[in-house]
């Protein structure tokens, strides 16, 4: 069945240094999410990317959609305290609504 | 608007127990879906559904029922409780696209089960 895997898990980094998180898909996606859950909350939508080679930024985010449609990456500029939590991305196959989500990327910053 | 609403927040049940997490949405979206998070392993598709009336299985959806008898409501049944479903559960609910394209998925607050 469709996996969808993620690294790293864990990531701590400095205030102000940069974040990357990646997303494998073992079949092909006809769309692409991530979402950010925060500690003891509930996940919350970021994006949504549907291209093949798709790139979209939001302020310090810049989220990429793989030109094979099996990957994508999330890069945090500069990271704030504000962006700890866990990012998830989740993609579903073409024809199916089974949004599979990755195992996350646990993102601790240190002030 | 309420967005996602889940009952109850927070539920101990004893092995061998049946219960019913409530998830309702007041969006008029067409799709809901369930899901288990525990540690390590993200967020599980148990079940979802893409209108009422109709159901399908996710990742792990053994030892869970569900129904869609209004687009409101999706509940899901916890049909013998194990040790292994302790678990935080979200309901999520979105407008369902063609293809299989979804739009954003809005999540409840989810309950947190614990199955002793």
């Known amino acids: 069945g469709q996996q969808v895997m993620q690294i790293p898990q864990y990531q701590h980094v400095q205030e102000g240094e940069d974040f990357t998180t990646y997303c494998n898909s073992s079949?092909?996606?006809?769309?692409i999410q991530w979402y950010k859950q925060r500690p003891g909350g509930h996940p919350v939508f970021l994006i949504q990317l549907v291209k093949s080679g798709e790139v979209k930024k939001q302020k310090r985010l810049t989220f990429q959609f793989g030109e094979a449609k099996k990957n994508s990456s999330l890069h945090i500029t500069a990271t704030q305290t504000t962006d700890v939590g866990t990012y998830f991305c989740a993609g579903a196959t073409s024809g199916t609504y089974k949004y599979i989500f990755g195992t996350g990327t646990r993102l601790k910053v240190l002030a | 608007n309420a967005g996602v609403t889940q009952t109850p927040k927070f539920q101990v049940l004893k092995t061998g127990q049946s219960m019913t997490l409530q998830c309702a949405q007041d969006m008029n979206h067409e799709y809901m879906s369930w899901y288990r998070q525990d540690p390590g392993m993200g967020l599980r598709l148990i079940h979802y559904s893409v209108g009422a009336g109709i159901t399908d299985q996710g990742e792990v959806p053994n030892g869970y029922n569900v129904s869609r008898s209004t687009t409101e409501d999706f509940p899901l049944r916890l049909l013998s409780a194990a040790p292994s479903q302790t678990s935080v559960y979200f309901c999520?609910?979105?407008?369902?696209?063609?293809?299989?394209?979804?739009?954003?998925?809005?999540f409840g607050q989810g309950t947190r089960l614990t199955v002793v």
């Open positions: 999520a609910s979105s407008l369902a696209g063609t293809g299989g394209m979804n739009t954003e998925a809005f």
């Open positions: 079949t092909t996606l006809s769309n």
